[in-house]
Structure formats: structure tokens, C-alpha cells
């Protein structure tokens, strides 16, 4: 097999500094926040739950069964697709680090959900007067990350290709 060259390490180290962040704050915040805690007058709060469903804890009320099928096989085989647009170059540019950030979301999240019996680690709640957050994490700010860029990206001007002769 052919060391990483290039875009490819560059995104294999991205891919790898993000888990690396995601299970870090997550041990940490499982080891050391027993109770809420609250920073700038309380526009952040880092408060320790556990999410059994998707974002802003979609599907949590949904059978275990079916939340396995879907936020651990699904999701899964959604970050295997992910990463392999990436080892086959469908995606290029900045879209290869939105797809990159995607998979390594994806990636922390999963390692919760086959760690702690399906459920995730959240931490971080966000609160600017009538606007509110649901409580997230570091996977979860990649993967927001990596879908607003890519929506974003969708609207740029794509270059035409040149005709060759």
C-alpha cells in the first residue's frame, strides 16, 4: 500500500485532529462537569448530556432498535461513503475538507454510540437572548461546518471545462 501523498494526509490529519478533539472534550467533560457551567453571562454553557437521538435529540423517543439502524448503520455507512469520495477524488478543492469534517463528525459521533449503548456526548449549549442552541459537541460543529460549506459551495459558479482539441 502507497503512503499518503499530499491532499490525501493533509486530510487524513484533518480527519484524525478532529476525533482526536471530539473524544477529548467528551472525556473530559465526562470526567470533570458534574453540573452546568456558565461563561459570558450565560451566552455558553457547557452543560454534560447524554443524546440517545440526532441533533437537537431527534429520534430519541424512537424504538433502540431503530435508532441503532439508524444513527449507528446508517450513519456509518454514510461516513464509509463519505470517505471513499474522498479516496477516489470526487470531491475537490475546499468541498474535500467539508466532506473531510462531514466524515470525522460522523466518526466521533459513532465511536460514542458503540461506546456508551447508543448514546452520544453532548456539551455545549449556546444562548443570545431569544435565540437558543440545542445542546452539541465537537462532531456535531464539524459536521454543521462541513454541510454549510458544501450548501454554500453548491450556489458558487462552477468553472466551465475548457474544450480540448
Known sequence: MEPLKGRGAALAVLIAAVIALDQWTKALVRAHLPSPRFYFDGLLTLVFTQNEG???????????????????????????????????????GLDAVAVALIAAGGIGNLIDRLMFHGRVTDFIYLAAGPVHT????????????????????????????????
Open 54 to 92: 440526532a441533533f437537537l435529540s431527534l429520534g430519541a423517543n424512537l424504538s433502540p432498535a431503530i435508532r441503532t439502524a439508524i444513527f449507528t448503520v446508517v450513519v456509518g455507512i454514510a461516513v464509509a461513503v463519505a470517505l471513499s469520495m474522498l479516496v477516489m477524488r470526487r470531491v475537490s
Open 134 to 165: 440545542g445542546v452539541f459537541n465537537v462532531a456535531d460543529m464539524a459536521i454543521t461546518g462541513g454541510v454549510v460549506w458544501l450548501v454554500l459551495s453548491s450556489f458558487a459558479p462552477k468553472p466551465k471545462a475548457s474544450a480540448t482539441t
